[in-house]
């Protein structure tokens, strides 16, 4: 696994546009821009992390995204090792990881913690994840709800979406499933189907033409 892949490029690609913002003040990590802040997490790791993951648990999501690019590195290297899972599954579980990560209880090593954190809640699906594959959903998918089947598919097909996000949007919103019973058919957590969807949902709006005319 690469930073090639689609989901670590499009981090990237989305981090080259935050990284001139300015820091907002009230962070006090005494860094001017987010590229700043992220340059100062090698110098003093736990400080800078711990500032920025304070900030998320208070609702702060670009806090949490800055962490999530000083993690993704690690991540590419973890998901390199794991035949079953890629590196959209590392980066999205390390978003789980982060927003629920005990800093009063675990304040040192924060970023060595969210590593193993996020591989340790990978890892211990017993099987590989059972995908819902959008290609073939023409046969479990009533008349009803094929339409969307064919802009999941098409949303794949272009690259917008890869194919665990394809399968949570199906899971939920084609076949009908709960969260949790989506994430018990595919083998990983309700937060995850609850953030992959979210984040399809975002990814895919803007392009809500164009699937409609390939789909």
Do not use: F
Not at 143 to 149: F, G, K, L, S
Not at 201 to 206: E, G, H, K, V
């Amino acid at each position: 696994m690469s930073s090639a892949d689609p989901c670590i490029a499009a981090l990237n690609r989305e981090w080259s546009r935050l990284c001139t913002q300015e820091a907002p003040t009230h962070w006090r990590v005494d860094a001017g821009t987010l590229a700043e802040v992220l340059a100062a997490i090698p110098e003093r790791p736990d400080e800078v992390l711990g500032t920025l993951l304070r900030r998320r648990s208070q609702g702060d999501e670009l806090a949490g995204r800055v962490v999530l690019q000083a993690m993704l590195g690690k991540l590419v290297l973890l998901a390199a090792h794991d035949p079953h899972h890629c590196a959209a599954d590392y980066v999205t579980e390390c978003w789980v990881q982060l927003c629920r990560y005990p800093l009063a209880r675990r304040p040192r090593r924060i970023a060595a913690n969210l590593a193993l954190d996020t591989r340790r809640a990978l890892w211990s699906i017993a099987a590989p994840p059972l995908l819902i594959d959008p290609a073939v959903l023409d046969e479990l998918a009533p008349p009803a709800v094929i339409d969307t089947v064919a802009l999941i598919r098409a949303a794949t097909r272009l690259g917008l979406i890869d194919r665990p996000a394809g399968a949570c949007l199906v899971a939920v919103y084609c076949l009908g499933l709960r969260s949790h019973e989506a994430a018990a058919k595919l083998a990983i957590s309700p937060e995850l189907v609850r953030w992959r969807n979210a984040r399809s949902i975002r990814r895919l709006a803007p392009h809500a033409a164009t699937l409609a005319a390939v789909a």
